[in-house]
């Protein structure tokens, strides 16, 4: 059964530390996506990928990474930079990187402050 | 930086009423996209909208975008419990790689 899984589903964070959520595609999608979801705040990029050893800062990247070494793989890291990092994470996959493409969405990683 | 708008916010109705979500848009769009999030799930693809004008239905869900290709509307006709949830719109000022999504109309509906 195709789709893009994430985990963990939920997260603790303690201060200073970083933590690192997992997705995985097996649609064979080239882009996939990070966002960010807060009450109220819709969805806010924070990095893409249009295709393998290559990715884009979002909107709000500062205090995160990524990095894309297989075309399934799309891990990002929460830095201890990042000051208010408790929201729920989504990770996306399309065909190709252009906009004319719909996204796939996971479950999502709600990420909490310990 | 381009902006999607999206009101209202939040809209509860009761069940058998219609409902309207509305996305504009400072700069004209290549497309838009939208999306469904039910409570504690992830966003679903519904539909994409390309042309000034087009109109698309499915079902009772009426889309339509405007005509300047700023504007954009979902419209749901005779809601009911299933309709529940959070509704974006999504678009793209070029042919770039980055969609930018409004905040979301979360839609209630009592039976």
């Known amino acids: 059964d195709g789709g893009i899984t994430q985990s963990p589903k939920y997260l603790f964070r303690k201060e200073g530390q970083n933590v690192t959520l997992s997705c995985e595609q097996n649609l064979n999608h080239d882009a996939m996506y990070w966002y960010r979801q807060d009450p109220g705040q819709g969805l806010r990029l924070i990095y893409y990928s249009q295709i393998v050893n290559d990715f884009q800062k979002g909107d709000i990247a500062e205090g995160y990474s990524v990095s894309r070494e297989k075309k399934e793989s799309f891990p990002l890291t929460v830095t201890s930079a990042q000051k208010n990092p408790t929201a729920f994470y989504l990770c996306?996959?399309?065909?190709?990187?252009?906009?004319?493409?719909?996204?796939?969405f996971g479950d999502g990683t709600r990420l909490s402050i310990l | 930086g381009q902006q999607v708008m999206q009101i209202p916010q939040y809209q509860h109705v009761q069940e058998g009423e219609d409902f309207t979500t509305y996305c504009n848009s400072s700069t004209t769009l290549s497309n838009i996209q939208w999306y469904k999030q039910r409570p504690g799930g992830h966003p679903v693809f519904l539909i994409q909208l390309v042309k000034s004008g087009e109109v698309k239905k499915q079902k009772r869900l009426t889309f339509q975008f405007g005509e300047a290709k700023k504007n954009s509307s979902l419209h749901i006709t005779a809601t009911q419990t299933t309709d529940v949830g959070t509704y974006f719109c999504a678009g793209s000022s070029n042919s770039g790689y980055a969609l930018n999504f409004g905040k979301g109309t979360s839609l209630l509906v009592t039976p």
């Open positions: 996306a996959s399309s065909v190709s990187g252009l906009t004319s493409q719909p996204q796939h």
